[in-house]
């Protein structure tokens, strides 16, 4: 909107003053003055705001309207106040430093030269501005109040005591333009990072989530990308206010366009001449939530549904087995009791000192309804307090006075494990580790992870299945309950179906062609793969098929003086690798450590990358292949760059959740009137910088 009402008055330059003066700041463009019948400006209105803007006083500078933007439309600030400096020093338009919110050491004080003073800190405007950033910064990426430098007393004191009353920490208002400041400074090196990244012929990728709360609603999008050196970069793109808009596909389709155009991700627009849409053209693979409406929404890019939520799912079917299912409602009951009842808690803890455990309670998880993680822990809990649990069940009702009625308000016995129940937990343990060991290490950030998602889902399918022996803290186990029996089928079931079976072709064929660029697994190398994976996915098929996508779109043409590098177009694939994924995996017939026996070498011009790198021998499952990538890219300088792209494509939406988690520090309970651009823009400053 800001936009069209700066066009609509691109002929003022300035506003002219009786004394000849011109003001020439850009925020002025977006107000009207007021004037009273002797020509003195008393107010100015806000266009912005259209007709029922309220007035402004005007005090002969900018700063209350910077103030204003800065609030009300924060869009605009950035656009035409946060390159300048936003303490309110002199920009050209008249306004005086802001002495009263930011002492320098002047003032009226300044010709004072007593002994005090003599001691005192000279702070220049420069490095108060930049203190300010400096605070500012911590502020949203520590996730506290914009508030604090204001309203803390000891915060004051601190920097009191430290500059001797000569720097004086910023307002909120202050605060809060310094965040926008940072956020358009975020914003503009992220458009020059993409801008790079482009240049190279690597394209990003996206991951996307919605969050609401407490009446507010933000849509997170975050890009992914390997730097030259392997390593994974996780920027945010946009945490849009979505609390007006319709979560439908189209809205979300049309936000994610909006915002990947706004950073030169390809072109977005509807207008007269017609609708131009060429973002998908620039994005290489994208990981959405499960919901459907975001699945929908982001059908026109080539992407998958988030790995975590999707091993949640199959994860669901082991629980939801009748008898499987009470138990552990059993368990969530029991959980209740001992965390609430203070007497049942002091009983237990009585119980695990006579055998000599460590005094603890069920781990509690609000999410154990539908996040089966938190069932596991809890289950896992039960089997190591197993004899302490026992033994409360025989000395409760001897020691309370009461048992049957519960003095304390508790509900226990209903909830009591007996006889084959503690089976099913056990055993459940067993089958239950293996799902929530794939979620940790396909939610990593700090690894790339779409070349791990074949071989932990592939492990997960096989420790599934009823004829594969089970080791629960390394001992080996065996499932006897028939309960159990029968949801370790429906698990292995589900994990084929959703993996194997039912995943569209084009998906599973560019897992299977990132497994090729993991030199620990480029043969397929793991023991599970051969039983589950479709034939038309072998190892060969997959390696035909990045041999296809080398030649197609990376291969540089021989003999040509001055190449061009890669292009930045679609590219079908993607990929991953892990730190502790042999931890995970179990042992395999790995060959030598490449990384330790082959030498970096120069390839002769005639030789082709690809089958250059297809001809080292496998690497052992504890290689670091991002490491290895690093190692070998000046030899493989072609085919690094595709696989740099392939793997930055993350195998799930984690990175938006823990976003997600600052945006529900920054809107607390205590923090409820905390605005959605205020958020938008405290996590582009927090991220980005």
């Not at 430290?162 to 503009?188: A, C, D, R």
């Not at 366009?257 to 609708?275: I, M, V």
């Not at 090729?516 to 072998?538: E, I, Q």
């Not at 001055?562 to 395999?588: H, I």
Request: with cysteine; charged share 25%; aromatic share 8%.
């Amino acid at each position: 909107m800001y936009v069209a009402c700066l066009g609509s008055f691109a002929d003022n330059d300035g506003f002219e003053e009786a004394d000849g003066g011109r003001r020439r700041a850009a925020c002025w463009k977006l107000f009207r003055l007021q004037k009273d019948e002797n020509g003195k400006v008393i107010f100015v209105k806000c266009i912005l705001c259209g007709p029922e803007s309220r007035a402004i006083p005007f005090s002969g500078c900018a700063t209350n309207m910077r103030t204003h933007l800065s609030f009300a439309h924060k869009d605009a600030y950035c656009t035409t106040c946060a390159p300048a400096s936003p303490d309110g020093g002199d920009d050209g338009d008249g306004d005086p430093p802001a002495a009263s919110e930011s002492n320098t050491g002047g003032g009226q004080d300044s010709g004072r030269q007593g002994s005090l003073e003599a001691f005192m800190l000279q702070i220049s405007s420069e490095q108060r501005d930049m203190l300010h950033l400096k605070i500012s910064r911590w502020l949203v990426r520590c996730r506290r109040p914009l508030s604090l430098p204001e309203a803390d007393a000891e915060f004051r004191e601190v920097f009191d005591l430290i500059f001797k009353g000569s720097y004086k920490p910023p307002s909120y208002n202050l605060v809060v333009q310094y965040v926008l400041k940072l956020s358009q400074q975020g914003k503009s090196r992220l458009i020059t990072q993409l801008a790079a990244l482009l240049e190279e012929g690597i394209l990003p990728s996206l991951g996307g989530d919605i969050w609401s709360q407490g009446g507010i609603a933000i849509f997170g999008i975050l890009v992914y990308w390997l730097d030259e050196n392997f390593c994974i970069q996780e920027r945010l793109l946009g945490a849009l206010p979505f609390s007006e808009q319709r979560h439908t596909a189209e809205e979300l389709e049309k936000a994610t366009k909006q915002a990947c155009a706004e950073f030169g991700l390809g072109e977005y627009r509807n207008d007269s001449s017609g609708l131009v849409d060429t973002v998908a053209e620039y994005i290489h693979a994208t990981a959405s939530d499960n919901a459907a409406n975001i699945v929908c929404g982001l059908h026109s890019f080539d992407g998958h549904e988030c790995a975590n939520h999707t091993v949640s799912l199959i994860a669901k079917t082991f629980l939801d087995q009748p008898n499987v299912r009470k138990v552990f409602m059993k368990l969530r009951g029991m959980t209740t009791h001992f965390n609430h009842s203070v007497i049942g808690a002091k009983l237990l803890q009585e119980c695990q000192r006579k055998h000599g455990l460590s005094q603890s309670k069920p781990p509690q998880d609000n999410d154990t309804r539908t996040g089966w993680g938190g069932a596991c822990k809890q289950a896992i809990w039960f089997i190591h307090n197993q004899i302490a649990v026992q033994m409360y069940d025989v000395d409760r009702p001897v020691k309370a006075a009461n048992a049957v009625a519960n003095p304390d308000g508790s509900v226990y016995r209903t909830h009591q494990l007996v006889g084959v129940d503690w089976d099913i937990v056990r055993e459940s343990c067993y089958v239950l580790q293996y799902c929530k060991n794939a979620c940790d290490l396909l939610q990593g950030s700090k690894y790339v992870t779409s070349n791990l998602l074949l071989p932990v889902i592939g492990r997960m399918a096989y420790i599934s299945h009823k004829d594969t022996p089970l080791k629960f803290e390394k001992e080996n186990v065996k499932v006897l309950n028939e309960d159990v029996k029968e949801a370790r089928e429906l698990l292995y079931k589900e994990t084929c179906k959703r993996y194997f079976n039912d995943l569209a072709d084009c998906k599973l064929e560019d897992f299977a062609v990132a497994t090729v660029f993991d030199p620990r697994y480029k043969l397929f190398n793991f023991k599970f793969a051969n039983r589950f994976m479709r034939g038309n996915f072998s190892a060969e098929v997959a390696t035909k098929r990045a041999t296809k996508a080398w030649v197609a779109d990376w291969k540089p043409t021989p003999a040509v003086a001055d190449t061009p590098e890669p292009s930045a177009k679609k590219q079908k694939v993607r990929g991953r690798e892990v730190v502790t994924v042999a931890n995970f995996l179990g042992d395999s017939d790995d060959e030598e450590d490449l990384a330790s026996t082959v030498e970096p070498q120069e390839m002769p011009v005639d030789e082709d990358e690809l089958d250059l790198y297809l001809s080292y021998p496998v690497a052992k499952a504890d290689v670091d292949p991002q490491e290895w990538w690093r190692v070998h890219k000046s030899e493989l300088p072609n085919l690094s760059k595709m696989v740099r792209q392939f793997w930055g494509a993350p195998a799930s939406t984690a990175g938006v959740e823990r976003a997600f988690s600052a945006v529900t520090d920054m809107h607390s309970d205590l923090r409820r009137s905390l605005q959605e651009g205020t958020i938008q823009h405290s996590l582009m400053a927090a991220m980005n910088t």
